[in-house]
C-alpha cells in the first residue's frame, strides 16, 4: 500500500473544497503518489507453502538466530490449540519462546502495549505472529516498537519506524494479506477510529501458506475474509497506480478467488482450496502494496467503527456499490480483468466490454451471496451518514488514488442503498 501520502503532501488537502478543486487536488496528488509508487521498493517476504511450511518458517526463524520468539495469537486460536503445531517443534528444537494470546478483533493502543510489554519482559528477540490480520497488524506495532523504543501511538503514520525486530507469519486465515504488506492498522481505545501505520521495514522477514492451519476456520469467517481478498484485488486492479505487476498479482488473486473461495466455504477440509486462498490473500497484499485500495474499505472501516461489523463482511457489504459507482470509468480495466481472469469465458466469445465488466459486476454479487454473506448492518442509523462520508472521503483523499472521487453526497447517498438493503433483509 506504497500509494499513501508523504506529510509534506497533507497541504494539498484542504477540508474545505468545492467538488471542482477537490478533484483538482486529488488528480494532483494521485500524480505525486504514482511517481512516489515506481520509485520506492517494498520488499517481499520470504513465502512458504504447504503442509510442511510453518516447520520451514521456523528453521529460517532458527536460522537465522531467534533464542526467545513471542508467539502472538488470540484466545480463540489458543483456546482451540492451534499454536501446539508451533510450539512443539520449537520444543524439539531446544528455542524457548513465549505466548501472548491477548490480541482482540481490530486490536486497540492497549491491546498492542499489553503484548509489547510481554515481549520486552521476556527478552524476546524474534516475534512470531499466528492469527488472522489483526494478530499480524498487532504483532508488526510490537516488532517495530520494541526495536525503535518508541509508544505504539507514535509510530502511526508513514515511515515512522527506523527499525523492526525480526518478523514472521502464519496466517490463519486467508484474508487480509498482511503478512505480504508495509500497513498495519490499531483501534484506538475509545472512539474505536482506526490509525495506519505504513512502513517497509514492518513488511515480515517469512511467511507460511500452512493449509492445514486454516484447516478449522469456520465457514462465515472464510466467507468473510474471502471477499476482503476480492476487495484487496479489484481495488488494487482499479487503481489509478496500478501496473503490469500490480496487475498480474491483483488478477491472479481475482480468479484464485472466484474459483477456491465457494470450495473452501462449501468444505473447510479441503486443503488445495484452503491453500490457494492463502496465496490469493498473499497476491492481494501484494498487489495493495503498491496500487492502494479505496472507498470499500473507507466506508467499510467506517461500518466497524460505528457499527462494529467485522472488516471482511464491511468490505463485502460495500463492494457492490462502489463497483457500481465505479463502472462507467473502469469499464474497460474491469471487462479486461473480466476476460484475463476466465470470469467471461467461451461461453460469451463475443462478449463487448460494456457485457464484460457487468458480467464480472454481476459474477462478484452472486459469489456475495453464494457464501452467504450476512448483507445487513444492524442499527444503521441515517444520523451517522455525514459523519462517515466524510471520514471515508478523508480517508480516501488522503490515502489512496482512486478512478472516481465521490462527493460526500454521494457517499451518503451509497450509505441509504446500503440501509435500504438491510431494512429489506431484515423484514
Not at 455525514?386 to 472516481?404: C, F, N, Q, S
Request: some cysteine; proline content about 5%.
Amino acid at each position: 500500500m506504497l500509494a499513501q501520502p508523504l506529510s509534506a503532501l497533507k497541504k494539498l488537502s484542504p477540508s474545505t473544497l468545492s467538488h471542482a478543486s477537490y478533484l483538482a487536488v486529488a488528480k494532483t496528488r494521485a500524480k505525486a503518489l504514482q511517481a512516489i509508487s515506481l520509485v520506492v521498493t517494498v520488499p517481499r517476504p520470504q513465502l512458504f507453502i504447504g503442509e510442511q511450511s510453518c516447520y520451514e518458517l521456523c528453521d529460517m526463524m532458527i536460522h537465522e538466530g531467534a533464542t526467545k520468539v513471542l508467539i502472538v495469537t488470540d484466545t480463540v486460536l489458543n483456546q482451540l490449540g492451534i499454536p501446539d503445531k508451533i510450539t512443539r517443534y520449537l520444543e524439539q528444537n531446544n528455542i524457548a519462546y513465549h505466548l501472548f494470546d491477548g490480541i482482540t478483533p481490530d486490536p486497540t493502543f492497549s491491546v498492542v502495549e499489553a503484548g509489547l510489554k510481554h515481549s520486552v519482559d521476556n527478552h524476546c528477540d524474534a516475534i512470531l505472529a499466528l492469527g488472522g490480520g489483526s494478530v499480524i497488524d498487532a504483532s508488526k506495532i510490537i516488532a517495530i516498537s520494541q526495536a525503535t523504543g518508541r509508544k505504539p501511538k507514535k509510530l502511526m503514520g508513514v515511515l515512522k519506524a527506523s527499525k523492526c525486530m525480526p518478523l514472521y507469519c502464519i496466517p490463519t486465515t486467508a484474508g487480509t494479506g498482511s503478512e505480504a504488506t508495509l500497513g498495519a492498522v490499531i483501534s484506538d481505545d475509545k472512539t474505536h477510529q482506526k490509525s495506519l501505520s505504513i512502513d517497509p521495514r514492518m513488511v515480515p522477514l517469512a511467511s507460511a501458506v500452512d493449509p492445514t492451519i486454516m484447516q478449522g476456520m469456520p465457514a462465515h469467517i472464510t466467507a468473510d475474509t474471502g471477499i476482503d481478498v476480492l476487495t484487496h484485488a479489484l481495488e488494487a486492479w482499479m487503481s489509478v497506480t496500478a501496473t503490469s505487476e500490480t496487475d498480474y498479482y491483483a488478477a491472479s488473486a481475482t480468479r484464485l478467488v472466484m474459483q477456491y473461495l465457494p470450495k473452501a466455504y462449501a468444505n473447510g477440509d479441503d486443503l488445495k482450496a484452503r491453500e490457494q486462498m492463502g496465496i490469493a490473500a498473499h497476491y492481494g497484499g501484494i498487489a495493495f502494496n503498491k496500487a492502494g485500495l479505496g472507498y470499500v474499505h473507507a466506508i467499510a472501516h467506517q461500518l466497524g467503527a460505528h457499527y462494529g461489523i467485522p472488516h471482511g463482511r464491511a468490505n463485502a457489504i460495500v463492494l457492490p456499490y462502489i463497483l457500481d459507482a465505479n463502472r462507467n470509468v473502469s469499464k474497460d480495466r474491469l471487462a479486461a480483468l473480466a476476460r484475463k481472469t476466465g470470469v467471461v469465458d467461451s461461453d460469451q466469445p463475443q462478449a463487448n466490454d460494456d457485457e464484460a465488466a457487468d458480467y464480472l459486476i454481476a459474477q462478484v454479487r452472486h459469489l456475495i451471496a453464494d457464501v452467504n454473506i450476512d448483507a445487513r448492518v444492524k442499527d444503521i442509523n441515517p444520523a451517522d451518514f455525514k459523519k462517515i462520508a466524510k471520514g471515508a472521503a478523508k480517508e480516501v483523499r488522503d490515502t489512496y488514488t482512486v478512478p472516481r472521487y465521490l462527493t460526500t453526497a454521494q457517499i451518503v447517498a451509497i450509505l441509504h442503498k446500503i440501509k435500504a438493503a438491510s431494512d429489506a433483509l431484515s423484514t
